[in-house]
């Protein structure tokens, strides 16, 4: 297990605004929304590489009609994300995954606080898109913040998942965290090889909600 606080928060890797993932899909009538941090964003890797891409991928290849957005920025947290979620749903939002919360950790963040930002991340989207299926993406920390905090961080997706009735990962980097071959030298962001791992695990949670098979 690995510490997922500190995910891209050099200043050099932050992203742009969120761009279309590459799909040859002409006309998309539906919007997959990827929106978090660093992890999303893809940092470190070519950007056919990262998650949203990645997922953009599977999507063609089953022949959907959705547009990928990658709506990550490196080194977000919470409170950044829910500043920043209205730019994102200017355009109409069907599906919305939302990994945050790893960043706020390395800042020791209370969990109360990091709920209240998630949930108004959520309702936000709930809001501007009622019918949007939510995705909310869990994250695991080691013992070394404490086994407190760590316990109340790691429930709090499957709580949040549960009130809003929304689809959740468990872990989104199961078989990838703390695998050396898979993760870049800072230990912390998977290398191409370990997005493919995390995009199917992604695309596990996600294509029940397409109506495809995973």
């Not at 890797?45 to 957005?69: C, D, F, H, M, T």
């Not at 050396?180 to 962001?189: A, K, S, T, V, Y």
Request: with cysteine.
């Amino acid at each position: 297990m690995i510490v997922l606080a500190v995910c891209g928060l050099r200043a050099e890797a932050q992203a742009p605004s969120p761009q279309p993932a590459r799909s040859s899909v002409s006309a998309p009538q539906k919007r997959v929304v990827f929106f978090g941090n660093s992890l999303t964003a893809g940092y470190g890797v070519a950007p056919k590489s990262n998650l949203p891409s990645q997922i953009a991928q599977k999507i063609e290849a089953a022949g959907l009609n959705y547009q990928v957005v990658n709506a990550g920025v490196s080194g977000e947290t919470t409170a950044g994300g829910l500043a920043r979620v209205g730019s994102v749903l200017r355009q109409p939002v069907d599906v919305f995954v939302l990994e945050l919360g790893a960043n706020d950790v390395f800042r020791l963040v209370p969990v109360p606080e990091i709920r209240r930002n998630l949930q108004g991340i959520i309702d936000a989207v709930r809001k501007k898109n009622p019918k949007a299926q939510i995705v909310v993406a869990g994250l695991q920390i080691p013992g070394d913040f404490g086994p407190g905090y760590v316990t109340e961080f790691q429930s709090l997706f499957r709580a949040l998942a549960i009130k809003n009735k929304a689809a959740l990962i468990p872990y989104l980097l199961e078989d990838v965290g703390g695998v050396p071959e898979l993760n870049q030298q800072d230990g912390i962001h998977p290398t191409a090889a370990g997005y493919r791992v995390v995009a199917r695990t992604v695309w596990a949670t996600l294509a029940p909600l397409l109506q495809v098979k995973a």
